[in-house]
């Protein structure tokens, strides 16, 4: 199976099918293209700063990609005769320590219809497939969004070593896959 290889998926309130997989290099400038779209806003929450280089951003989450414990997962949706990317999770996992660290961004118009939340299974179940037990994120304590998605999904929190930011943490196991609502 090729990187392009699409699988839809149903999400409430998506105009039809998304597709999630592994991103590849040759999605260099659909994801520098995602990055730009984002308002400032999501834009400040998903790399909690400012930032302005997003080929080289979006170079860096596809060329750690050639690593198993690296990657990107992209949320597409055809429109307009060509595939978007609407949504990104990017993950590095740590093999010493069986823990991956994330980080999840959904373009504003699709924001609160799913996207995030589908992104996020499809991250643990891989995290669980290769035979991690944890994941964690940060966000800034400002991301309601954020923070609301991964309580759901059942992460706890903690202080994050930034002021700024929250940490949210999970143990992983076989049943990972299913969000709770």
Same mark, same amino acid.
């Given at each position: 199976? @090729?990187?392009?290889?699409?699988?839809? @998926?149903?999400?409430?309130? $998506?105009?039809?099918?998304?597709?999630?997989? @592994?991103?590849?290099?040759?999605?260099?400038?659909?994801?520098?293209?995602?990055?730009? $779209?984002? +308002?400032?806003?999501?834009?400040?929450?998903?790399?909690?700063?400012?930032?302005?280089?997003?080929?080289?951003?979006? =170079?860096?989450?596809?060329?750690?990609?050639?690593? #198993?414990?690296? =990657? @990107?997962?992209?949320?597409? /949706?055809?429109? /307009?005769?060509?595939?978007?990317?609407?949504?990104?999770? +990017?993950?590095?996992?740590?093999?010493?320590?069986?823990?991956?660290?994330?980080?999840?961004?959904?373009?504003?118009? /699709?924001?609160?219809?799913?996207?995030?939340?589908?992104?996020?299974?499809?991250?643990?179940?891989?995290?669980? +497939?290769?035979?991690?037990?944890?994941? =964690?994120?940060? #966000?800034?304590?400002?991301?309601?969004?954020?923070?609301?998605?991964?309580?759901?999904?059942?992460?706890?929190? !903690?202080? !994050?070593?930034? /002021?700024?930011?929250?940490?949210?943490?999970?143990?992983?196991?076989?049943?990972?896959?299913?969000?709770? $609502?």
């Amino acid at each position: 199976m @090729t990187n392009r290889a699409r699988s839809g @998926t149903i999400i409430a309130g $998506a105009p039809g099918p998304v597709s999630i997989r @592994t991103a590849g290099i040759g999605d260099l400038d659909r994801l520098a293209d995602h990055f730009v $779209a984002l +308002s400032p806003v999501a834009r400040y929450d998903r790399f909690m700063g400012a930032v302005d280089n997003f080929e080289r951003i979006a =170079f860096d989450c596809l060329a750690r990609g050639r690593r #198993t414990e690296c =990657f @990107t997962l992209v949320a597409e /949706w055809r429109g /307009w005769g060509r595939d978007i990317i609407i949504g990104e999770a +990017s993950y590095a996992f740590d093999r010493d320590r069986r823990c991956g660290e994330f980080a999840i961004s959904v373009a504003d118009r /699709w924001q609160r219809r799913g996207i995030g939340s589908a992104l996020l299974c499809a991250l643990q179940y891989r995290a669980v +497939s290769l035979g991690y037990v944890g994941l =964690f994120g940060e #966000t800034l304590m400002s991301n309601v969004a954020m923070k609301d998605m991964a309580r759901k999904a059942g992460f706890a929190f !903690s202080r !994050s070593s930034d /002021w700024r930011a929250v940490r949210f943490d999970k143990r992983l196991d076989r049943n990972v896959a299913r969000l709770e $609502a």
